[in-house]
Structures are given as structure tokens and as C-alpha cells.
């Protein structure tokens, strides 16, 4: 069984702008503009679903395969993870 992928609360801040989601990174100061895909993978790592969950539900929301959305989902968890954003995976 795949984990599932959770934030580290503790760890940043966010805020709604439009259709956008900003992230600080408090340790660091670093900021993440999130938007589209990434706002949408963002949203989905609620600490209930697995990277697997997640590639699912992108690839019924674009209506891509998920081999496609693969890398890029594999990518942007791997940033955030070094970022010290999420456990889990």
C-alpha cells in the first residue's frame, strides 16, 4: 500500500490569490506560485490520498493518460518534498 502525502502545516503559509495558491516556505522564505496543475496537485494532497490517488483524479480532471501526468506529478512531489512541504509518498 502507498502512503499517503500530507503537508507540513507547520512548515509554511498559504493564501488564495484569484486563481492562484502562494506558499512560503517559512524556513527558507522561499515562495511557490501555484497555478493550474500544480495548484490542482496542491489541493489534492489533503493527507487522504496516495500519490496513485492523486494521479487518478488528475488524469479524470485533464482527461490525460496518467503515463503522461506521471512525470510531471513525480516532479513537482519530489520539489516539494525537498522543500520539506510533505511526508508521505
Do not use: H, Q
Not at 502562494?22 to 489533503?46: C, Q, T
Not at 503515463?67 to 511526508?87: M, N, P, S, Y
Request: aromatic share 6%; glycine share 6%.
Amino acid at each position: 500500500m502507498t502512503k499517503v502525502l500530507a503537508k507540513n502545516i507547520d512548515r509554511f503559509v498559504e493564501t488564495e490569490i484569484d486563481e492562484e495558491t502562494v506558499v512560503m516556505d517559512l524556513e527558507s522564505g522561499s515562495f511557490f506560485s501555484l497555478r493550474e496543475s500544480a495548484r490542482a496537485i496542491w489541493l489534492l494532497i489533503d493527507g487522504t490520498r496516495s500519490r496513485d490517488a492523486i494521479l487518478a483524479a488528475l488524469a479524470a480532471e485533464y482527461e490525460a493518460p496518467e503515463a503522461e501526468l506521471a512525470i510531471d506529478l513525480d516532479g513537482f512531489i519530489a520539489t516539494l518534498r525537498e522543500a520539506g512541504l510533505i511526508t508521505g509518498g
